[in-house]
């Protein structure tokens, strides 16, 4: 039930999606919906939850310290174009970050998903601060950086890109601009290609 709704509100959105469509796509009955869920926001909090930890054992690969901390930040571009290609080619259009459509769609009327974007936003950002720790630790960013600023920046850079393609339907301008504009946010510029 959870991926059936975390699809659904991905590819369409949290208003146009009903329990009734949720319930008939995962092929379970209103009464076991209500059972696991008291309501639709519930289940929506746990589609962002499980949408991010999904995702975590490929961010724990990527920002692992073993690469060095800029192919970090390359790899995760990487991650990102290819997954929203992915989902381009399996609905028809790009459906941009899952928990982001959400959270700015629903955000200034459920607490509960407001907050539970906060806490995904504040996840995802320790790996960029660690990454930038490091890049600090190497002198390829200056000793008195902000990692947290500069790591909540790239947040924002990565979320709007993306939600630009979504809202554009075309990823061709993220293919152009995400990575460039990532290592310009980092001082530095674009690195020859490296394997993954």
């Not at 991010?52 to 930040?73: G, H, I, N, Q, W």
């Amino acid at each position: 039930m959870i991926d059936t709704a975390l699809e659904l509100i991905w590819k369409n959105s949290y208003g146009s999606v009903s329990v009734d469509d949720i319930c008939k796509a995962a092929d379970v009955k209103k009464g076991s919906f209500y059972h696991f869920f008291p309501s639709k926001v519930d289940l929506a909090i746990a589609a962002m939850e499980e949408s991010y930890r999904e995702t975590k054992p490929l961010y724990d690969a990527m920002f692992s310290p073993a690469s060095p901390p800029v192919r970090r930040f390359e790899q995760m571009a990487d991650f990102i174009l290819a997954k929203q290609a992915e989902a381009a080619a399996k609905y028809g259009r790009v459906c941009g970050c899952p928990c982001a459509s959400l959270g700015s769609e629903m955000a200034g009327q459920e607490e509960g998903i407001r907050a539970k974007f906060e806490d995904i936003a504040h996840r995802q950002e320790r790996y960029y601060e660690n990454a930038l720790r490091d890049m600090v630790a190497e002198g390829l960013l200056p000793e008195a950086t902000d990692v947290k600023v500069l790591a909540q920046e790239i947040y924002t850079y990565l979320l709007g890109q993306i939600m630009i393609a979504r809202i554009q339907n075309d990823l061709e301008p993220l293919k152009r601009d995400l990575k460039p504009g990532l290592l310009r946010l980092l001082g530095i510029g674009e690195l020859p290609s490296q394997p993954v």
